[in-house]
C-alpha cells in the first residue's frame, strides 16, 4: 500500500461553516463522518467560548444520540472549567432541571431526552475559553421537538 493510498485516511482543513452566534469569535472545528469520511454517521464540533451568552434558549430533543462535553481552555488544567455553564434536562419537556456545571463535564443525551436551555454563564478568562464539543449520531442535524 502506497502513502497515496493511505492519504484517504486523514482530513485536514476541518474548519466548520459560518457559525450563527456572533459571541463565538474563533473559528470552530467540525468533523462529519459521512460516505466520503468513514461512513460512521457522526459529527463533532469544537468551540472555544470566551464570553458569556446563551447558546440554545429553547428545551428540545432529537431522535438520535448526542454527547455535550464542556471542558477548560488551560490545557496544563483541563479538569477546572474556568467558567460556569448551565444546562437544563428534561425526560418530559415539561419538568425542566438546570444544572449547573463548573467543572470538566461529559453529558449523554439519549434520543428522546430534552435538552437545554445552554447558557454560558460565566467564563473566568477569556484567554482560557470553555471548549465545547457536541458529538451526535446522525447524518444531520435535526430538532424533533
Known amino acids: 500500500m502506497s502513502r497515496a493510498d493511505l492519504e484517504k485516511y486523514l482530513r485536514k482543513g476541518v474548519l466548520a461553516g459560518p457559525i450563527q452566534h456572533p ?7 467540525g468533523l462529519h463522518s459521512d460516505e466520503g469520511f468513514g461512513k460512521k454517521d457522526f459529527s463533532m464540533s469544537w468551540w472555544a467560548i470566551t464570553e458569556p451568552f446563551e447558546m440554545v434558549k429553547e428545551s428540545h430533543s432529537h431522535d438520535f444520540d448526542q454527547f455535550l462535553i464542556f471542558v477548560g481552555g488551560d490545557l496544563t488544567n483541563m479538569p477546572d472549567l474556568g467558567g460556569e455553564v448551565e444546562l437544563t434536562l428534561s425526560l418530559d419537556g415539561k ?18 431526552l430534552y435538552h437545554c436551555p445552554l447558557n454560558f454563564k460565566k467564563i ?3 484567554k482560557k475559553p470553555i471548549l465545547f464539543h457536541d458529538l451526535f449520531f446522525s447524518p444531520e442535524y435535526k430538532r424533533k421537538s
Request: charged letters at 20%; zero cysteines.
Open 95 to 112: 419538568n425542566l432541571e438546570k444544572f449547573v456545571i463548573t467543572e470538566a463535564t461529559m453529558v449523554y443525551v439519549p434520543a428522546g
Open 124 to 126: 473566568n478568562d477569556p
Open 23 to 29: 459571541e463565538v469569535t474563533a473559528p470552530r472545528l
